[in-house]
C-alpha cells in the first residue's frame, strides 16, 4: 500500500524557516517525480516545487530562490527547505507522487508577523 506522510509544519515567524519532509512507502519512491503544493484558506491549491526523479527542480515563481526540494531515494523521503518564510506562505502543504496522483494528508504551516 502506498502512503503518503508530511511531516515538519509548524508556527513560525516571519523571515524564519521550516523543512517539510514527505516519507513515501510502498517501495515506489525512487525513480518517482514528486512535488509539493500547498493550499491557503478559502484559495485553490497550488504548485510549490517539483523534484524528478533524476533530481531535476522547478518551482513556482513566488519561490522566488527562498525554498529548495529535495529527495533521499535512500530513504523514500522528500524534503522542502523553506527560508525566508513570508505571511502569505502560511498554508497546508500536501506532497504528492503526480503519476500516481497520490496525496499526502497534508500538514500546516502557519507564518506569523
Not at 529527495?71 to 523514500?76: I, P
Not at 502560511?90 to 494528508?105: F, H, I, N, R, S
Given at each position: 500500500?502506498?502512503?503518503?506522510?508530511e511531516?515538519?509544519?509548524?508556527?513560525?515567524?516571519?523571515?524564519?524557516?521550516?523543512?517539510?519532509?514527505?516519507?513515501?512507502?510502498?517501495?515506489?519512491?525512487?525513480?518517482?517525480?514528486?512535488?509539493?503544493?500547498?493550499?491557503?484558506?478559502?484559495?485553490?491549491?497550488?504548485?510549490?516545487?517539483?523534484?524528478?526523479?533524476?533530481?531535476?527542480?522547478?518551482?513556482?515563481?513566488?519561490?522566488?530562490?527562498?525554498?529548495?526540494?529535495?529527495?533521499?531515494?535512500?530513504?523514500?523521503?522528500?524534503?522542502?527547505?523553506?527560508?525566508?518564510?513570508k505571511?502569505?506562505?502560511?498554508?497546508?502543504?500536501?506532497?504528492?507522487?503526480?503519476?500516481?496522483?497520490?496525496?499526502?494528508?497534508?500538514?500546516?504551516?502557519?507564518?506569523?508577523?
Amino acid at each position: 500500500q502506498v502512503r503518503l506522510v508530511e511531516a515538519g509544519g509548524g508556527l513560525v515567524q516571519a523571515g524564519e524557516s521550516l523543512t517539510l519532509s514527505c516519507v513515501v512507502s510502498g517501495n515506489i519512491f525512487r525513480g518517482a517525480a514528486m512535488g509539493w503544493y500547498r493550499q491557503a484558506p478559502r484559495q485553490q491549491r497550488t504548485f510549490v516545487a517539483r523534484v524528478s526523479g533524476h533530481g531535476v527542480t522547478d518551482y513556482a515563481d513566488f519561490v522566488e530562490g527562498r525554498f529548495t526540494v529535495s529527495r533521499d531515494d535512500a530513504k523514500d523521503t522528500l524534503y522542502l527547505q523553506m527560508n525566508s518564510l513570508k505571511v502569505e506562505d502560511t498554508a497546508v502543504y500536501y506532497c504528492a507522487l503526480e503519476a500516481l496522483d497520490l496525496w499526502g494528508q497534508g500538514t500546516q504551516v502557519t507564518v506569523s508577523s
